[in-house]
């Protein structure tokens, strides 16, 4: 079974970037789609970006233009790249593979990790 670890998580300034990390063990992910998804205090989780077994990608539109997502396959791992952070992105992000890809919302997640904090603050 598939166990996914995310890292990367941290305190940066409005403007700043970030790269969380995925990394998955106990057997491969490349078969899966996989994603991320994010919770803030207060509010429901909600899907940020996924990414096909082909390599399509998927993003909520208030990170469109900063967030990238990729996935190295030969190392098991996936990445969000997020540049120009902004507060409205402080939340634990969870990084998990998908029953299916679709529209990346949450409920079509089926195991995802710990997550990692993130906090945009000046």
């Known amino acids: 079974q598939v166990q996914v670890a995310e890292s990367g998580g941290g305190l940066v300034q409005p403007g700043g970037s970030l790269r969380l990390t995925c990394a998955a063990s106990?057997?491969?992910?490349?078969?899966?789609?996989i994603g991320w998804f994010r919770q803030a205090p207060g509010k429901e989780r909600e899907g940020v970006s996924c990414i096909s077994d082909s390599g399509s990608t998927k993003y909520v539109d208030s990170v469109k233009g900063r967030f990238t997502i990729s996935r190295d396959k030969d190392k098991n791992t996936m990445y969000l790249q997020m540049n120009n952070l902004k507060p409205e992105d402080t939340a634990v992000y969870y990084c998990g593979l998908l029953l299916f890809f679709a529209d990346c919302s949450v409920g079509d997640f089926g195991h995802w990790g710990q997550g990692t904090q993130v906090t945009v603050s000046s």
């Open positions: 106990g057997a491969t992910m490349n078969h899966y789609a």
